[in-house]
């Protein structure tokens, strides 16, 4: 049996519960600019794509991009500010399973500071944040795992990568990780438990109470 040493967590939908929020916020930016959007297609569009990839979906539609983002951007912040949920379970798996973690995210640098760097979370993973901005591409590329792998010191076949979106699990996968996919309370996208399996993760949990029944069947070396 496989021995992982580390997890690597993917940020919105999957550490903090804020994929409904930016999807909400990007939703309104872009009807404010002229195409009328709901938060339900922005998900379908926008989860887990890259800044670049936003971009030009918007330049296809005709959209000042800079500018929606930030409209979208000062929405978001705002709902920041008011509060930043957490996605339920999360504390019980990095609590019960001590192993050095790294957060693997296609957002910014500058949306993590005013997410997950003002909550409880950040400590836990310590300078071990990672945005697109750190690497030559995003996911679906697999530099994000590649590059935390290397800076917490392990193989990249040695981590467990958590993911929300199929980018992160081809991320996963072609980095050489265990691929999870995972859906959380907040996701209602339908057939997304299939898509995550077609882009090739070895599991898929419904929550973290699963992802922490499947750490328990996992071998993971924990620290003493």
């Known amino acids: ?4 040493a580390a997890i690597l967590f993917d940020c919105d939908g999957v550490v903090i519960d804020s994929e409904p929020l930016g999807c909400a916020a990007l939703a309104q930016a872009i009807s404010e600019a002229g195409h ?8 379908r569009i926008f989860s887990g794509s890259a800044a670049a990839d936003s971009r030009a ?4 539609l005709g959209l000042d991009a800079a500018a929606v983002h930030a409209t979208s951007d000062r929405l978001l912040f705002a709902m920041f500010d008011r509060h930043i949920p957490h996605v339920s379970g999360i504390e019980a798996v990095l609590n019960d399973y001590p192993v050095p973690v790294a957060i693997c995210s296609n957002s910014s640098i500058t949306r993590l500071e005013r997410s997950l760097h003002r909550t409880p979370l950040a400590a836990r993973f ?3 944040v990672y945005s697109a901005d ?5 996911k679906p590329a697999p530099d994000l795992a590649l590059h935390a792998a290397a800076q917490l010191g392990i193989a990249p076949d040695k981590a467990i990568f958590i993911d929300d979106n199929v980018h992160g699990i081809r991320c996963a996968t072609a980095a050489g990780c265990l691929a999870v996919g995972f859906i959380g309370p907040s996701d209602h996208r339908a057939g997304h438990a299939v898509a995550l399996h077609a882009a090739g993760a070895d599991h898929v949990v419904h929550g973290m109470a699963e992802f922490h029944n499947l750490l328990s069947c996992l ?5 003493a």
């Open 1 to 4: 049996m496989r021995r992982y």
């Open 36 to 43: 009328p959007m709901t938060g339900a297609e922005a998900a």
């Open 57 to 60: 979906f918007m330049a296809r």
């Open 126 to 128: 310590g300078n071990h």
């Open 134 to 138: 750190h690497v030559a591409a995003p």
């Open 219 to 223: 071998s993971l070396s924990l620290a």
